[in-house]
Structure formats: structure tokens, C-alpha cells
């Protein structure tokens, strides 16, 4: 007869086995640096290479943030906002319209003052698009929630009149938005002259993209939210109210599209209502070469694409125009589901 071991008897000492972890995954990251260097020679200077692979970064940065808004709602909501690209606009005009309010501190001398200037002139970017964008989802999106071609249908006839209603309030003339003292000129390294408010961009950029990951991956909220995505209905038998959390990350997709509209307009210094739309199909490139709702692809596919725009256009200006649709081509035929989809988190 077969003896069976009691609970008490199994070897306490065994170690547990590990659970299997996911695989760090550094070809999205060695693409870039792959690119990167490949131009290196084909520029045929050193310091061209540099300032336009630096134009490229702080480009790709400003890129992810206008488009992190929209891979969040995507990702988390499972919502095609075609619209994003009208809280760009909001955000860029909202800008210019702050801006004059600190224009003493945008015009001061001092570094200090002028990165307050540009700290609130953003804040009030944010604050207004959030704001908008909380009455967007009740008026908009969430008559739609599941149905992606009637999403697609009403976000676009949002943007239309999002940006209507912009010239009605602003008027059809060229906004101004330009940056401080402090941002602007370049900063010499070496032989080799870089735009400090391409610097300033870059380093945004880095600050958004970390706080994201920790909000998303390291916090409750973010625990609840990506919860909420793979079973709703368990999450709300525990007490927790998705709808809201889901108006939360619309208002931060908002808030994102304004901050990223902000820095646009700094760094484009005049600009019309056209200023959202004019990105609106690189947006949609980022987010599908990087992997539906995945906050790093969104960084690897804004990188890639601002990267390859600058380094195309100098070497052959003709192409420059279609370099966004080689290369989502390019990626989608190596990676169909994008460079850092959701699963590789």
C-alpha cells in the first residue's frame, strides 16, 4: 500500500521555483542605434550626424508626448480617438494665449523667470486640455464605447469642430508662441552647435516618459486600470468603479495632447489650426509601429520615425515626404505586432 506524505512532511527546505519572467527585449532599441550609426558615414560629417541625430531625438520626444495621449486611451480603453489631434491644436493655442500673460518673465534675463514662464505657460496648456477633454468623452466617446467605426466617425467630426470652434475664439491669423531667452541659441560642444530648446524637449520628454511607466506599472491606480482592461467585470465585483478610471486616463490622453501641443508650438514659434493635423498621421504611424497601447513602443516608434525623417531628408529630400510610410512599412513586415507591443511589459 502506497504511503502519501502529510502536508508536514514535504522537505520545508526546497526552494521555490522562480515564476518564468518576460524577456528583456533590445532589438527596438538596437534598431534605433542601428540606424543611427548606418547614417554616420552617409552623412559624411561627424558633426552633421550630430545635429541631426540630436534634431531627431528632441523631434522623436516632442512626437511621444503628443502621441503617448493617444496610446493610453487606445491601450487602456480600447477607443480610436481621431480626435487627438484637436487637443494638440487646443494645447499650442492655449500656449500662445498664456504666454502673454508672463511675457515679463518670457522677456527677463533671468533663467530662472524664464523656465517659470515656460512651466506655467505649459501648466495652463494641460490644465485647459484636461479640462476640455473631460467634456469631449461625456459629449463624444463614451456614447461609443465598443463600436470602433462609429468612434472613428465621431472623433474626426469632433476634430472639425474642435477646430472651428478654435478659429471662432483665436481667429484665422498666425499664432505666435516663442521661447524664452534662456531656450533659445545653441549650445556649443566642441565644433558641434546644438539648440538648447531642443535639449529642454529631450529632457521633457525622458520626465514624461518615466512617469508614465511609474503610474502605469509601479502604482495602485495604474495596478486597477490595467486590471480593469483584462477583466472589468471582476474589478467592479471588488468594488471598484472602471468608468471613472476610464474618464481619468481620457483626461490624461488630453492633458498629454495639450503638453505635447505646447512644446510643439514653442518649437515651431507660428503656427495655425492646422498645427494638430499637420501630425495627426504621424500620431497614427507612432502608435501602430509601436505596438497598440505600448507606452515604450510609443518612445521607440517616435524615435524611429523623427530619426529617419531627418536623416532621409538630408540625404534625399525627394523622399522625405513618404519616409513615414517606408518605414511603418518596413517595421510592420518585421514585426506585425509592432516594435514593443503590450505583451513584451
Same mark, same amino acid.
Given at each position: 500500500m502506497t504511503s502519501i506524505n502529510p502536508p508536514s512532511a514535504i522537505d520545508a527546505s526546497a526552494e521555490p521555483t522562480a515564476l518564468p519572467g518576460r524577456k528583456l527585449d533590445i532589438a527596438p532599441f538596437a534598431l534605433l542605434v542601428g540606424v543611427a550609426v548606418l547614417a554616420l558615414p552617409l552623412t559624411g560629417s561627424v558633426s552633421t550626424w550630430v545635429t541631426l541625430t540630436v534634431? /531627431?531625438?528632441?523631434?522623436?520626444?516632442?512626437?511621444?508626448?503628443?502621441t503617448s495621449g493617444l496610446t493610453l486611451v487606445f491601450g487602456l480603453m480600447d477607443v480610436l480617438n481621431l480626435g487627438h489631434a484637436a487637443f494638440v491644436a487646443l494645447g *499650442?493655442?492655449?500656449?500662445?494665449?498664456?504666454?502673454?500673460?508672463?511675457? $515679463?518673465?518670457?522677456?527677463?534675463?533671468?533663467?530662472?523667470?524664464?523656465? !517659470?514662464? +515656460?512651466?506655467?505657460?505649459?501648466?495652463?496648456a494641460v490644465i485647459t486640455s484636461a479640462i476640455v477633454g473631460l467634456v469631449y468623452e461625456r459629449l463624444f466617446?463614451?456614447? +461609443?464605447?465598443?463600436?470602433?467605426?462609429k468612434q472613428?466617425?465621431?472623433?474626426? /467630426?469632433?476634430?472639425?469642430?474642435?477646430?472651428? !470652434?478654435?478659429?471662432?475664439?483665436?481667429?484665422?491669423?498666425?499664432?505666435?508662441?516663442?521661447?524664452?531667452?534662456?531656450? %533659445?541659441? +545653441?549650445?556649443?560642444?566642441?565644433? +558641434?552647435?546644438?539648440?538648447?530648446? %531642443?535639449?529642454?524637449?529631450f529632457v521633457v520628454g525622458l520626465v514624461v516618459y518615466a512617469?508614465?511607466?511609474?503610474?502605469?506599472?509601479?502604482? %495602485?491606480?495604474?495596478?486597477?486600470?490595467?486590471?480593469?482592461?483584462?477583466? %472589468?467585470e471582476m474589478v467592479e465585483a471588488l468594488g471598484h468603479h472602471i468608468r471613472r478610471m476610464f474618464?481619468?486616463?481620457?483626461?490624461?490622453?488630453?492633458?498629454?495632447a495639450g503638453l505635447g501641443g505646447a512644446m510643439w508650438g514653442f518649437y515651431r514659434e507660428e503656427f495655425s489650426a492646422s498645427i494638430g493635423s499637420d501630425v495627426l498621421v504621424q500620431i497614427l504611424i507612432i502608435t501602430i509601429i509601436g505596438g497598440l497601447g505600448s507606452i515604450t513602443g510609443c518612445l521607440y /516608434? *517616435?524615435?524611429?520615425?523623427?530619426?529617419?525623417?531627418?536623416?532621409?531628408?538630408?540625404?534625399? $529630400?525627394?523622399?522625405?515626404?513618404v519616409s513615414d510610410i517606408i518605414v511603418m512599412m518596413a517595421i510592420l513586415l518585421w514585426r506585425p505586432n509592432g516594435l514593443h507591443p503590450v505583451a513584451a511589459h
Open positions: 534634431a /531627431g531625438l528632441a523631434m522623436g520626444m516632442m512626437l511621444f508626448i503628443m *499650442a493655442y492655449v500656449a500662445a494665449t498664456a504666454a502673454g500673460f508672463v511675457q $515679463p518673465w518670457l522677456a527677463s534675463t533671468s533663467s530662472a523667470m524664464n523656465l !517659470l514662464a +515656460v512651466a506655467s505657460v505649459m501648466a495652463a466617446i463614451r456614447p +461609443v464605447y465598443g463600436s470602433h467605426l472613428i466617425l465621431i472623433t474626426i /467630426g469632433a476634430m472639425l469642430v474642435m477646430v472651428q !470652434l478654435m478659429l471662432v475664439v483665436w481667429g484665422a491669423n498666425q499664432m505666435q508662441l516663442m521661447p524664452p531667452s534662456f531656450l %533659445r541659441g +545653441v549650445h556649443m560642444v566642441g565644433s +558641434v552647435a546644438i539648440e538648447r530648446y %531642443r535639449i529642454f524637449a512617469a508614465m511607466m511609474i503610474v502605469m506599472h509601479s502604482s %495602485r491606480v495604474g495596478l486597477l486600470i490595467r486590471a480593469g482592461v483584462e477583466n %472589468r474618464v481619468v486616463v481620457c483626461i490624461c490622453g488630453s492633458a498629454l /516608434g *517616435a524615435m524611429l520615425i523623427a530619426l529617419c525623417a531627418n536623416y532621409i531628408g538630408f540625404l534625399a $529630400p525627394d523622399l522625405a515626404v
